[in-house]
């Protein structure tokens, strides 16, 4: 496996025991389009930038992803040559050396204040939830149909049932796998994340494996931009059938 590491101005320890507060892992599969906006937007967090390090997993692209890894600012660049999300996500993992883990697609752009919220509200929930998920806000245009129903879904709709999911059937909850965080100790007790998955149903496997542990919260106001390729490739309906079809498949099975 090739690695590519940069010195990221590693601070003392944390009291914590971890030599970073955060690890923003994300899983890139030619990504040379989005991934330099994932990066530099992490770059202008408000969180202390020698507190966290950013981890890129190559998974067997064949574009200039990795380069973009390196050029944009990633601590730690990886080439995962087994295809599949999970299989990404996993081997960022293991690479990493944060407290908290944090994942974050290469085509979603957080908010400058999204690693100081997950921080904070982890270490404040800490007892209570297994992890923290937050939402997309896809790039329709403001007013359009697509725009509204997403408010809708993600502000009304996803918040009581992940915890109808999560509280009731002990199943976790509603998790993007491209914005959601956890205490790494907790990956730790239910032994990593299921590389089975390539692609859909791997969010909810995480969901549901760190469900043994506790409900996962869902936060809306945790939310990230994200690009609205695989509607357009796809199409609307077709891909929201999918990801709600392989969520209850994984969910009830």
């Known amino acids: 496996m090739a690695v590519s590491k940069k010195n990221s101005g590693q601070s003392e320890t944390d009291p914590s025991g971890y030599p970073k507060k955060i690890s923003v892992i994300i899983p890139a599969y030619n990504e040379e389009q989005y991934l330099a906006h994932a990066l530099c937007a992490l770059e202008q967090q408000t969180f202390p930038r020698h507190d966290f390090e950013i981890i890129v997993v190559d998974n067997a692209s064949t574009d200039r992803t990795y380069d973009i890894a390196n050029l944009y600012g990633a601590d730690v660049v990886l ?35 999204w690693l100081e919220r997950i921080h904070r509200r982890l270490h404040k929930k800490h007892n209570r939830c297994a992890a923290i998920a937050g939402s997309y806000m896809f790039n329709w245009d403001a007013g359009e149909t697509f725009f509204i129903g997403q408010l809708l879904y993600q502000w009304i709709v996803l918040p009581p049932f992940s915890s109808l999911m999560g509280y009731v059937f002990r199943r976790g909850g509603i998790l993007y796998g491209g914005n959601f965080a956890t205490f790494r100790k907790h990956f ?66």
């Open 79 to 113: 080439k995962e040559q087994r295809k599949g999300t999970n299989r990404a996500r996993q081997t960022g993992l293991e690479h990493s050396q944060g407290e908290i883990v944090a994942f974050l697609d290469a085509d979603c752009v957080p908010e400058k204040w």
């Open 188 to 253: 730790e007790a239910v032994e990593g994340i299921d590389t089975s998955f390539t692609f859909f149903g791997d969010d909810a496997s995480i969901a549901r494996r760190l469900g043994k542990l506790g409900p996962v919260e869902f936060d809306p106001t945790l939310y990230v931009a994200s690009s609205t390729r695989r509607f357009t490739r796809e199409g609307v309906f077709k891909t929201n059938w999918e990801y709600t079809k392989n969520y209850f498949r994984v969910m009830m099975k």
